[in-house]
């Protein structure tokens, strides 16, 4: 499945960090069901799409280069993690097109 970023999300970066990730098209394995572990703040992400952490940080890196090189730099680590974009901030694409 693929979802699009389509407002800011949530969460404990910098707005202008978190602003980064909008209008970028990432691969999802569906829906957080609350048992599997990924990354996200609190509760804010919760239910929301799964999607690996190096995928999404190569997907920033030509959309944004500067978030992403914050994100290098503050939390190397994500791209080992699973992140959760809350369900309200992103949208499905429809690949039958």
Request: charged share 30%; aromatic share 10%; glycine share 12%.
């Amino acid at each position: 499945m693929r979802i699009r970023i389509k407002d800011t999300p949530p969460g404990f970066p910098p707005q202008w960090v978190r602003e980064g990730w909008v209008g970028i098209e990432l691969e999802s394995s569906g829906r957080e069901r609350g048992d599997e572990p990924g990354l996200r703040v609190g509760n804010q992400n919760h239910g929301g799409y799964c999607v690996e952490g190096q995928h999404a940080l190569d997907q920033l890196k030509e959309h944004n280069p500067g978030a992403f090189v914050w994100w290098q730099t503050e939390n190397p680590w994500v791209a080992e993690e699973t992140l959760i974009f809350r369900a309200d901030v992103c949208e499905k694409i429809d690949e039958s097109t």
